[in-house]
């Protein structure tokens, strides 16, 4: 695979940035890609949610006095204003010329973790997200102090049921175990003592405030740090953690490159980012411009978003992105809601022997819709089907008319695949077939069912 494609498709979802890269540099696109306009405008349906608490308190109210009718429509419309989101974010995705904020925002939204399922006010939601954008490329330490402090983070682990009269443990054991240090790094008193430190931090009008009347103070030691500690103390003594530079460092790495990061690695690059002092900008130049150096290829299974934007890239479509979120669901990707605390676990929990047949079958519809025999599809399938057939979408793909069956499978291959073999090759001519003529009647059906084939081969799944 060619390496521009290879980081198009890792600092992005598509091969649409290769271009840049190969004109560029690395270095460069990084450069364009930290200054690239941030869009801070409020989505327009989130104009009539309610954003302060008393309006909140009020929308709750409704929801509990409502009968089983109006709970039925309350539900739906609600739901309706989640996919409004989920579908912003990917339109944003799909038109940023520069999609490595959106991807890093992703980043962070699968590492702090607070689903809008649970969280159940979308203002809230927006406002954790706004944040993971603002700070995608900042300080690892401040962006933790501020994600602490989101009405959306209090909410989903129940920090504002932490109260001196009863502590709850579930942010301080999830801001050590998840969010910084990771297992084995601190002890069940170091969580016993933060729950201390962030009883009474709750809900806010903007973001979450200490509460008084429910806070502890009194003086308790946490990660050999004593002291009456808060929040913005407590993520001072997890950063002068000799350990707290590793857990990120590593996950960085499984996200753009690695399924599983060497451990050296991990080693190199954490301590390179204590030395920057968490700065993530300089932390990614130097990851990704020694990883691009190096020969990595096919060392990542594809997520469901680099599949499908990389395949609708592919042959010229852009299907709506609300029929784009329901592949994703169907993929295990679920925007702002993940299975549980700990993120989607990527890696080989992408491909499964049904999510592999279901991104075979989105092939087949796309390279043979006009033709596609009766065969048993989902709803979703169904929907992407009827835009094709109906020409809402019109594939286009790209290839070598007038070249030799050779050139033609070795464009295909430099784009879609990260290795091949003279087997392989062997077996792509013979879709081909071996006389094949560019010039021929035949040639494009002949073509697109070399390409369907390429996109259904285990190889395309891994970048």
């Known amino acids: 695979m060619d390496n521009s494609i290879l980081w198009s498709l890792r600092l992005g979802y598509s091969s649409r940035q290769a ?45 509990r006095n409502s009968n089983i009718e109006e709970r039925k429509i309350f539900n739906l419309e609600q739901a309706a204003i989640g996919v409004e989101m989920q579908t912003w974010w990917l339109e944003k995705m799909m038109s940023n010329q520069f999609p490595l904020r959106e991807k890093m925002t992703c980043f962070w939204h699968n590492h702090f973790v607070a689903t809008s399922q649970s969280v159940k006010v979308y203002y809230w939601i927006y406002q954790h997200n706004t944040i993971l954008r603002e700070n995608a490329f900042g300080n690892y330490k401040t962006l933790t102090k501020s994600i602490l402090k989101t009405n959306a983070i209090i909410q989903y ?7 001196n009269t009863k502590l709850n443990e579930n942010l301080s054991r999830e801001l050590l175990e998840l969010f910084t240090l990771g297992i084995g790094n601190y002890t069940e008193n170091d969580i016993k003592n933060g729950a201390k430190g962030l009883a009474g931090l709750g809900l806010g009008e903007q973001q979450a405030v ?34 707290v530079a590793f857990l990120i460092t590593k996950k960085i790495l499984k996200w753009f490159i690695y399924d599983n990061p060497p451990d050296q690695l991990v080693d190199y690059y954490g301590k390179y980012f204590k030395s920057v002092n968490f700065e993530i900008k300089p932390l990614l130049i130097k990851i990704f411009s020694e990883e691009f150096a190096k020969k990595t290829a096919g060392s990542k299974i594809k997520d469901p978003l680099v599949f499908l934007f990389q395949v609708f890239d592919e042959v010229s479509i852009k299907p709506d992105a609300a029929l784009i ?21 990527g890696g080989r929990s992408w491909i499964n022997s049904q999510t592999f047949q279901q991104r075979n079958t989105i092939v087949d519809i796309i390279c043979t819709s006009k033709n596609f025999m009766k065969r048993k599809m989902n ?9 094709l057939k109906n020409d809402n ?3 286009e793909i790209k290839w070598l008319r007038n ?10 291959t430099n784009r879609l695949l990260f290795d091949t073999d003279e087997k392989l090759n062997k077996d792509l001519d013979a879709i081909l077939k071996y006389d094949f003529d560019p010039k021929s009647e035949g040639a494009e059906f ?3 069912r070399l390409y369907n084939s390429i996109l259904k081969l285990p190889e395309f799944q891994l970048i």
């Open 19 to 63: 271009a840049l890269i190969e004109k560029k540099g690395i270095k460069s696109f990084l450069e364009q890609s930290f200054n690239a306009e941030l869009d801070r405008s409020l989505p327009s349906f989130l104009e009539k949610t309610p954003k302060s608490l008393i309006d909140i308190k009020e929308l709750n109210a409704k929801r």
């Open 157 to 163: 682990l129940d920090n504002n049921r932490n109260v």
């Open 210 to 243: 200490y509460i008084p009347k429910f806070e502890v103070n009194e003086t308790f030691e946490y990660l050999g740090k004593k002291g009456n500690l808060k929040v913005d103390e407590m993520v001072d003594a997890i950063f002068d953690h000799p350990k």
């Open 325 to 345: 979120n329901k592949l994703l669901l169907q993929q295990g990707l679920n925007l702002y809601n993940q299975v549980n605390v700990k993120g989607w676990e």
């Open 379 to 387: 709803l979703i399938e169904k929907e992407l089907l009827e835009n």
């Open 393 to 395: 979408l019109k594939v």
């Open 403 to 412: 070249s030799n069956s050779k050139a033609i499978i070795n464009n295909f």
């Open 446 to 448: 002949a073509v697109i």
